[in-house]
């Protein structure tokens, strides 16, 4: 059970306060938490459970702002994580981002979001889609009329339907003139690779998105061309557990508007689109650096936006580095940023130059871990692929669109 | 979003109390509340949406009680919302204004709009105000009769409110039977989930006096609720299907074929998209299976891709969450993870208490098959940025060497650690192969050779210097220079500031001698003589026990000194079975997020006053470990173990260092080597008190050995107090019921002593500068608990000292007890002026 719920801006400052049962939290917490920070050096070191002299906290920090819940009894940790995650998501949903600015000018729809979504410190109504029925969202439209006009309400005047229906993630019954249905597999590569080019780990983590405007009470069924691949998957309440058991087939009611369908995880993957080269060789308290990075499976598709990313050690006084294609950038917390694109036909990308060490050192002991960066559109890496969607009842008019897309997750090279 | 209470005395001058601006809005809205012009609503709506954000900026606007409520005839939803908001922030500080607003509220409950009759009737709720309960009751009434699910939502949430603002109007209008009505037959989940809740609390708290109640609450884990419970679980929002399959842990199945029945309804729950729901699933299959041994297995393995996928999967803050509940399962049965070790390698970027969980799950999980891959993984991270994780990962090496019959590899990755010349890693690696030597003695000669090279000039930590020395003097015979080495080492004497480093220079420089009688003759003799001149408890009585025993027997002292040994088989572990079980029952909570089980942390308030009976076991032997040797110690046999326990506390430290604050553990579960010789404990150990300081004054005497005179420590003179006091824990336990209490008073703390009182142990120290020692020690922020002891001056006369310290009133409640009550005054003034001086020196 949550006692209080605080939002705090990157400085610190309380920007909401929401308590939540008759137990009044005082906001002096909040001081004890920012000096906790602080002595941790950086927030997001700090962990997502702390213990204060009074409460017990969870804190969850999105684009700066800290989403903070107290409580003085003892429960389970997820839900009050997945809780804060939640209210972060649909924020940001209705707000369009997250900001101190966006917060402050809105804090009125931020009281009413958590008005539906927690009573007596309980979790309530997470689900956007129902909650943007009790709680319009403040979108460009209103917000013009509403400086033309001064008048504001956001508010619908309906009670969701949804309430007390049996599909408590569907609103109900919506129509459109144009029924789509958009499918996306979304996948990230998580690799450690080390310094002899061995692949030590590598997974694929995905995610199947889909955006549905399609009218009534559609009944959908997505299969996949491969789905013996998948090691494991979680599913969004909408999906039936049955079919998925007995023939791999994802059989739901979607909910409108866009939402994650299923999440999968596929290990062992056994190569990867990229392949980098570092070499270090230390001499007289001089270190040389040589990165080559190059296409090692061509996937099909351009891999674009590559970039890498090392930490330099602390016991180097300075770098001298360059690269023959893209920009190197040494930024102020001594982390080397090399921004490539997408690698030339005519030449390997290459980055070299020389780290100066401290004085006393003859030669580098501490070995940086280069953090790569890509993405390919059109393909998912793990090989993972739809067969076909299918709709109950079609509608007269049905667009259907797939799309994959391919980034890097945790792509780490070491040295 | 009302001030804090300081601000509302003292406005800081940076933030404006905003008074003009209150008064200002204060006339608007007075201006506006009775007007019906147009558009009033629109301006009401700008003045409303002010005044809510200098509330929630923390500017008291509580006087704008009436004006707001008289503006609150409205037809507008938005300015409703926000008068129910300012209203329910308010009423509670303004009860006789709350009045005002019981009106228009039990008018919107009776609104057409479901909406407004919710809202409504979750306002007039939360008003807590205690004279105004009667007005609730009506509007509940019809609220749980509601034909909306929307409003019975809201009004079973306002029974629980009304439960906890008066218990017994809400049971005497017997809403606990509608509630109960309502949750075996409403059409609407939430309206059943919310029952539930609110019927669990209501009836746990009712059960301690009313037999009905608890009755009630059996009920509610009985076989029709739970099945009927289970058979909607689906429909049920994935909050509420949180509460049901926590309901579901409590139940106790008939047999084992409903417990796969439930099981088999469960499965698919695995597969939730709510992290909440799947732990809270797997709790319901742990807690389901534990007596059946078999099936509990294949939970594991069922288990296991949900929770790793979880890891994956979310955000940075669920997967630590996760991760610790993937910790204690792979603690508990590390060979079902083994093929999953590579989940368990660290990412660059993780946050070190990830890492540091993952790093101890790899050792967990370390087996024949692979070993060798985890611990190349391990040395990885020995080059790590991060020192502490790879002081961490040199550490994991160790232990998966101690735990593997096969070591031979892994010994040569720990000698090249020794050859990566930086400080930090040569230090673990030293520890470690001490450690490894004490179960492996065959490694000896390859370990030898590399460690001989290493300059003790160059070892700095204690710890590390320690290992080094306690090598010089196990394997003096096999290392051609150790004499020497440790002759120069007793030549600085003066300059070795740890104790510890002193106490295994005079164990290895007497080893050295029986071995090598000639060449470490000089170095002994200068090594007892430098001991018995320390100022160090511990090191001035080894060097005088060293000393007596060589001249009793030499033949004895070898025996005693130089044993023979039998390699460690097993290493007790830090944390003992016991608490582990309590944390594994208490699965999918904070327990298992912070290493404890919850009676170790939860909540202050209902936490029961420390007693001493059983306190012991909880409390920390403080510095007077030093004195008092814990019963435990007695029973080893070996003088290493000083070194082990002082390393597994800090290892305990480390991890307590994440978290705000330190759980007193308790002195005893810090086990140690547990060794299998059993030679000659009593006479081989040490450390034990056997003398009392004055007797051992009068041997000194008899000796004729010039003992310095202990350092004068300044205290009053009117009474002295021995500053080698010594008092074992179940004397003092004794002594204490014994005694009546001879003065009990309040001192208040200054406040750099508030200040420096982060951790118990600051104050041990200080006092025993004053003489006045510890012998147990506990709490957390704010209240700390101290047990003190004293002894009179060439008297046996103790006194005994109870002090808990509050750092938030900066109070000291202290009782004294003593043998001798005459001086108990002035023993009360020394204590106060030695507290009182804590944090000013």
């Not at chain 1, 310094?195 to 995610?207: I, Q, S």
């Not at chain 1, 070299?352 to 559109?377: A, C, D, N, Q």
Request: aromatic share 8%; with cysteine.
């Amino acid at each position: 059970m949550l006692q209080c719920i605080f939002l705090l801006s990157d400085s610190g400052e309380v920007m909401l306060e929401k308590q939540l049962t008759g137990h009044r939290v005082d906001r002096s917490i909040c001081d004890w938490f920012w000096d906790h920070v602080i002595s941790q050096g950086d927030s997001f070191k700090s962990q997502p459970v702390i213990a204060s002299p009074t409460h017990y906290l969870f804190q969850v920090v999105r684009e700066g702002i800290t989403f903070l819940a107290c409580t003085q009894v003892e429960m389970t940790p997820l839900m009050g994580i997945e809780f804060l995650c939640r209210v972060s998501d649909v924020l940001s949903d209705y707000l369009g981002g997250l900001n101190e600015d966006v917060i402050k000018d809105n804090f009125v729809i931020v009281y009413e979001l958590l008005d539906e979504m927690i009573d007596n410190g309980f979790p309530l109504t997470t689900e956007a889609n129902i909650l943007r029925e009790m709680i319009a969202p403040p979108n460009i439209v209103s917000k013009v009329l509403s400086v033309v006009t001064g008048n504001s309400s956001n508010v619908s005047d309906t009670l969701p339907g949804a309430t007390g229906s049996c599909i408590p993630w569907r609103a109900a019954e919506p129509k459109y003139a144009n029924n789509e249905v958009y499918v996306d597999l979304v996948e990230e590569m998580d690799a450690v690779i080390n310094r002899d080019g061995a692949l030590v780990k590598c997974e694929v983590y995905g995610e199947v998105r889909v955006n549905s405007h399609l009218s009534g009470l559609p009944d959908l069924t997505l299969s996949f061309a491969n789905p013996s691949i998948l090691d494991d998957v979680r599913f969004h309440p909408c999906v039936r557990f049955r079919p998925w058991e007995s023939h791999q087939v994802l059989s739901f009611v979607p909910p409108d508007g866009e939402f994650k369908l299923m999440s999968y995880r596929i290990k062992k993957l056994k190569s990867t689109p990229l392949y980098v080269k570092p070499q270090l060789t230390s001499d007289a308290g001089k270190c040389r650096v040589n990165v080559l990075v190059g296409i090692r499976n061509d996937p099909g598709k351009t891999i674009d936006s590559i970039t890498l990313e090392f930490q330099l050690p602390p016991c180097i006084l300075s770098a001298d580095l360059n690269s023959n294609h893209g920009t190197v950038n040494i930024l102020g917390n001594k982390i080397c940023s090399w921004t490539i694109g997408r690698i030339p036909k005519d030449k390997t990308p290459s980055l070299s130059g020389t780290l100066l060490l401290e004085t006393e050192l003859e030669r580098l002991h501490v070995f940086p871990t280069f953090r790569v960066g890509f993405r390919i559109m059109g393909v998912a890496l793990s090989g993972l692929q739809i067969d076909k969607l299918d709709l109950k009842t079609a509608p007269s008019r049905l667009y259907k669109g797939f799309r994959a897309l391919t980034r890097a997750g945790e792509f780490e090279v070491r040295s | 979003m009302a001030p804090p209470a300081q601000s509302q005395r003292s406005p800081s001058p940076s933030q404006p109390s905003g008074k003009s601006e209150v008064s200002d809005l204060k006339l608007q809205l007075r201006q506006l509340a009775g007007s019906r012009a147009p558009g009033v609503d629109d301006s009401k709506r700008e003045l409303f949406k002010k005044v809510i954000s200098y509330m929630t900026i923390g500017i008291d606007v509580s006087s704008l009680f009436g004006e707001m409520v008289m503006c609150s005839a409205t037809s507008d939803i938005v300015l409703k919302k926000m008068c129910y908001l300012y209203v329910g922030n308010y009423a509670k500080v303004n009860p006789d204004l709350a009045l005002l607003t019981i009106n228009f509220l039990q008018r919107d409950c009776r609104d057409e709009d479901p909406m407004i009759r919710g809202l409504a009737l979750r306002s007039l709720c939360s008003l807590r105000v205690a004279n105004l309960v009667e007005y609730l009751v009506g509007p509940l009434g019809s609220g749980l009769k509601d034909s909306n699910s929307y409003v019975r939502m809201v009004a079973v949430m306002g029974v629980l409110k009304l439960y906890h603002i008066s218990a017994s109007t809400c049971i005497d209008a017997d809403f606990p039977s509608i509630l109960k009505h309502l949750m075996l037959h409403d059409s609407d989940t939430q309206v059943v989930a919310n029952c539930l809740s609110a019927l669990q609390e209501i009836w746990s708290a009712e059960a301690s006096t009313s037999e009905e109640a608890s009755r009630e609450r059996e009920a509610l884990i009985s076989k029709p609720v739970i099945y009927y419970l289970l058979n909607r679980i689906k429909e049920f929002s994935e909050w509420a299907q949180c509460l049901v399959l926590e309901l579901v842990t409590k139940y106790v199945p008939s047999d084992s074929s409903e417990i796969f029945d439930i099981m088999n309804l469960l499965e698919d729950r695995l597969q939730h998209a709510n992290g909440a729901v799947v732990l809270a699933t797997i709790r319901v299959f742990l807690q389901l299976t534990l007596s059946m041994t078999d099936v509990h297995q294949q939970v594991y393995e069922r288990i296991k891709a949900p929770l790793l996928t979880l890891v994956s999967s979310g955000s940075p803050e669920q997967s630590y969450a996760v991760l610790s509940h993937l910790h204690l399962l792979v603690m508990r049965a590390p060979y079902v993870f083994s093929s999953d070790y590579k989940h368990f390698y660290c990412q660059y970027n993780e946050p070190s208490y990830v890492k540091r969980l993952k790093l101890e799950m790899l050792t967990a999980v370390a087996n024949e098959s692979n070993t060798y891959e985890i611990v190349t993984e391990l040395c990885e991270y020995a080059a790590n940025v991060d020192i502490p994780i790879a002081r961490e990962s040199i550490r994991a090496v160790g232990k998966i060497a101690l735990q593997q019959y096969d070591v031979n590899a892994i010994v040569d990755r720990l000698l090249q650690f020794l050859e990566m010349e930086k400080d930090y890693v040569t230090a673990e690696a030293l520890v470690l192969v001490k450690d490894l030597l004490r179960k492996y003695p065959q490694w000896s000669h390859d370990c030898i050779a590399v460690v001989g090279n290493i300059s003790s000039k160059n070892v700095q930590e204690p710890k590390a210097k320690a290992a080094l020395i306690w090598m010089l003097g196990e394997y003096s015979q096999d290392m051609q220079d150790a004499p020497y080495v440790l002759e120069s080492l007793v030549e600085n004497w003066d300059e070795e500031h740890s104790a510890e480093v002193r106490l295994h220079l005079l164990t290895a420089v007497m080893r050295c001698f029986f071995k090598r009688p000639p060449e470490t003759q000089s170095a002994l003799g200068a090594a007892l003589a430098a001991g018995i001149a320390d100022f160090h408890q511990d090191v001035h009585d080894r060097a005088l026990f060293y000393y007596r025993i060589l001249r009793y027997n030499v033949s004895v002292a070898e025996r005693v000194v130089n044993p023979p040994k039998q390699a460690v088989s097993v290493f007790a572990d830090t944390q003992s079975s016991e608490i582990k079980d309590r944390i594994f029952d208490e699965f999918n909570s904070l327990s298992v997020l912070y290493q404890k089980p919850s009676y170790m942390f939860t909540d202050k308030e209902h936490r029961v006053p420390l007693e001493f009976a059983d306190e012991l076991g909880n409390l920390s032997i403080g510095e007077a470990a030093n004195n008092v040797v814990p019963t435990q110690m007695v029973e080893e046999n070996d003088k290493d173990l000083l070194l082990t326990t002082s390393e597994k506390e800090e290892t305990k430290g480390s991890r307590n260092n994440g978290s705000a604050y330190t759980v007193p553990y308790d002195g005893s579960s810090t086990s140690v080597f547990a060794s299998q010789a059993q030679v000659e404990s009593a006479v081989s150990n040490p450390t034990l008190a056997g003398h009392s300081p004055q007797a051992s004054f009068a041997i000194d005497d008899l000796l004729g050995l010039g003992i310095p005179a202990t350092p004068a420590v300044p205290s009053p003179p009117q009474l002295k107090l021995n500053t080698k006091a010594a008092l074992d824990p179940s004397t003092f336990q004794q002594k204490w019921r014994q005694l009546p209490v001879a003065l009990s008073q309040e001192i208040s703390v200054n406040p750099q002593g508030v200040a420096a009182l982060t951790a118990p142990q600051a104050l041990l120290r200080h006092m025993q500068s004053h003489s006045i020692h510890c012998i147990a020690s506990g709490g957390q922020s704010p209240n700390f608990k101290f047990l003190f002891f004293a002894q009179k001056f060439e008297e046996s006369s103790n006194y005994l000292v109870e002090c808990v310290i509050n750092t938030s009133s900066a109070k000291a409640q202290v009782k004294i007890k003593a043998d001798d009550q005459n001086t108990s005054q002035d023993f009360s003034t020394l204590f106060e002026s030695a507290l009182s001086k804590f944090g000013t020196s």
